[in-house]
């Protein structure tokens, strides 16, 4: 019965793997319960890399800088002034040219964290690697 229990919980959670798809722009995503992240590359846009982070549980407060912060094997934190706010402040988006350090930070370590004024976003990276990998393919032969 226990046993039964915890399948039905698993089954009823959302699911958290990273997934890439190629087509209609290259994305590589990933979903936890209170929180989106987005990566995507679109050849057609001026700045053709984006990322967003949404959450579902509460707006992301006003603040000057965003940052991503990396923890692992090869971990750093990169920040930008150039972020915008959408969904009623429930995404947060950063664009560019290129986004090396970005996929470096989610192909070789193992969290990432979304920082914007006090509020902070974890996500896991265990199993990005691969995805991660298609998306530089997709990205005109890993360009990024």
Known sequence: ??????????????????????SPICTLSHAEAAANLTVTYDERAAEPYAITVSRSDAAWPEAAVFAMRFDGPRGLTISTDRHRMTEENRAVTVSDSGFGNVLDGLEFNATATAILGDAELGFPLAGAAPEVQKFRACTEGGLA
């Open 1 to 22: 019965m226990r046993s039964a229990v915890i399948l039905i919980a698993l089954a009823a959670s959302p699911a958290t793997a990273w997934e890439f798809f190629a």
